[in-house]
């Protein structure tokens, strides 16, 4: 299994944007995330990542939640963290890197290359609407409980 983590991460005030990047070798726009390192704590290495791939440092906030997908035959799960940048940033993009865009959450979700990328950042940006269904599925669990 490979462990990765990453960070959604958010700059500006009122007009709230998210970093995405572009791979170089692949083109691909993503979301800034990357690998493990042995022993090293998820949350430690997305911050890590995050620097490394747009520059900036972060205050990490929050979990938000994981995706998992098969990378080369193995089962990946990239677990993310929401992140506030720390000012300007302070160095450059890795070399893997080849462009860093800050998007509109919206426009964000339209760049991003991956489906499942997408799917997720549109989850974690309607929080109103996925609090509503839980709640619909909790109330609705604890129903059918007092029932038997």
Known sequence: MILAAGGIVFRGGER???AVVQLRKYR???LPKGKLKRNEHARNAAKREVLEETGHRV???????AISYESRGRPKIVQFWRM????????DPASDIKEVR???IKKAIEMLT???EQIFLRHIANPTRRRRRLNGAVKAGSHR???H
Do not use: A, M, N
Request: aromatic share 14%; glycine share 6%.
């Open 16 to 18: 709230q944007q998210i």
């Open 28 to 30: 691909h726009w993503v």
């Open 84 to 91: 506030e940048v720390l000012g300007d940033s302070v160095c």
């Open 59 to 65: 205050t990490v906030q929050e979990f938000i939640g």
């Open 102 to 104: 800050w998007l509109s």
């Open 145 to 147: 409980r007092r029932k």
């Open 114 to 116: 991956y489906p499942r």
